[in-house]
């Protein structure tokens, strides 16, 4: 098992086994048995890939043993030569999965999210892109059976959004969408454009691992938070009341407004649930750089400044730079059937990224 940390292998097989006799006592509590069998179904395939691993590893050694036996005839030679070539087969992809099953987890990948996205450069156009890429990430939750709450919108003119904050709540949200923030780029000939030529517009996207509570602590006295009255388009009054909430985190300096709701008590409790989140990727974004040490994953930074993909309307096609990966399936990817391709590569490329530093440094 090259590669593979025995040690830290055996300890996850001694966990296991000691969960499921704790798990067997009648006397366990409810709430216990619940948090317990959480940790148990979490370790259970690493354990079972370790185990199917070790089998391989048997076969292949009572498959030696038959070939180095002068006893043995001819067939069952024959027999013992194709099973060790069919086995060292399996045996890379094998120990390959449960190196990536043993590879360090991100705490954050398994909670809801809040995406953020916003029109770029372009104008209308922009704004309209901003609206595709939120419809094609509200479509993918659908397909992921996940659910997406708007929490706060800003519609342009000719439709689709200045700005849209939504929360997508399911099992693992972040891990699938975390690589989706950063700079996604349109080309396309715009519904305003008579003359039929090609303007590149731009979008930003960023996805936050949605923050409890317990993750965040957050201080009274470090909030400011002011409350006036919603406005529309124009600067029309939406209400009569001081509904609208803007929360500044003083030592941070972060701002978060939100006014989409008629109660006070309800705008405070969405902004607070934003500047959560922002604050938790702050506090992630500072344990990433002090763990990088100047190594850039190939998949990018997750930097919102950075231009990750393309959609490129007259060639039909998406081209996602970190990983040059092409589809041509623009259509697909826009309904969010076909994101799924281009969030598993990306997936696969992180986990490639991770097992050859692992192996570095082994």
Do not use: C
Not at 62 to 69: K, R, S
Not at 136 to 159: F, H, K, L, N
Not at 176 to 191: A, N, Y
Not at 269 to 277: E, F, G, S
Request: overall charge negative; proline content about 4%; hydrophobic content about 40%.
């Amino acid at each position: 098992m090259v590669g593979i940390p025995l040690a830290k292998l055996e300890r996850i097989r001694a966990r296991h086994a000691e969960l499921s006799h704790t798990m067997a006592d009648p006397g366990l509590a409810a709430d216990r048995f619940v948090k317990l069998s959480r940790e148990y179904a979490e370790l259970a395939p690493v354990v079972e890939a370790a185990n199917a691993l070790t089998r391989l590893a048997d076969d292949i050694r009572e498959a030696e043993q038959i070939l180095a036996d002068p006893g043995a005839d001819a067939d069952m030679k024959e027999l013992a030569r194709d099973e060790l070539d069919a086995v060292k087969d399996r045996l890379p992809e094998a120990e390959r999965q449960l190196k990536i099953m043993l590879l360090p987890k991100d705490v954050a990948d398994e909670k809801s999210a809040i995406l953020e996205i916003r029109a770029g450069t372009g104008g209308d156009e922009a704004a309209l892109f901003a609206g595709d890429l939120f419809r094609m990430y509200s479509r993918y939750a659908e397909t992921q059976g996940w659910r997406v709450e708007p929490i706060s919108a800003s519609p342009s003119d000719m439709g689709g959004y200045k700005e849209v904050v939504a929360s997508i709540t399911g099992q693992g949200v972040f891990a699938k969408l975390k690589f989706e923030s950063g700079v996604h780029r349109v080309q396309r000939v715009p519904v305003t454009e008579s003359g039929g030529r090609i303007h590149t517009s731009a979008a930003t996207v960023a996805v936050l691992p949605e923050a409890e509570d317990v993750d965040i602590q957050i201080d009274d006295k470090d909030l400011r938070i002011d409350v006036f009255r919603s406005s529309g388009p124009g600067g029309q009054s939406v209400n009569t009341t001081d509904s609208a909430v803007r929360i500044t985190h003083l030592p941070t300096g972060l701002v978060v407004s939100q006014q989409d709701e008629k109660s006070q008590h309800k705008n405070k409790a969405k902004a607070l649930k934003i500047l959560r989140a922002r604050l938790y990727e702050m506090e992630r974004e500072k344990v990433a750089a002090a763990r990088a040490d100047a190594r850039k994953s190939q998949v990018g930074s997750g930097d919102r400044s950075e231009r990750i993909r393309t959609y490129n309307f007259p060639q039909g096609r998406v081209t996602d730079h970190r990983i040059n990966l092409t589809l041509h399936k623009l259509d697909a990817v826009l309904q969010g059937e076909a994101l799924e391709e281009l969030v598993q590569a990306l997936i696969a490329e992180d986990q490639a990224e991770k097992l050859a530093s692992l192996d570095e440094q082994g």
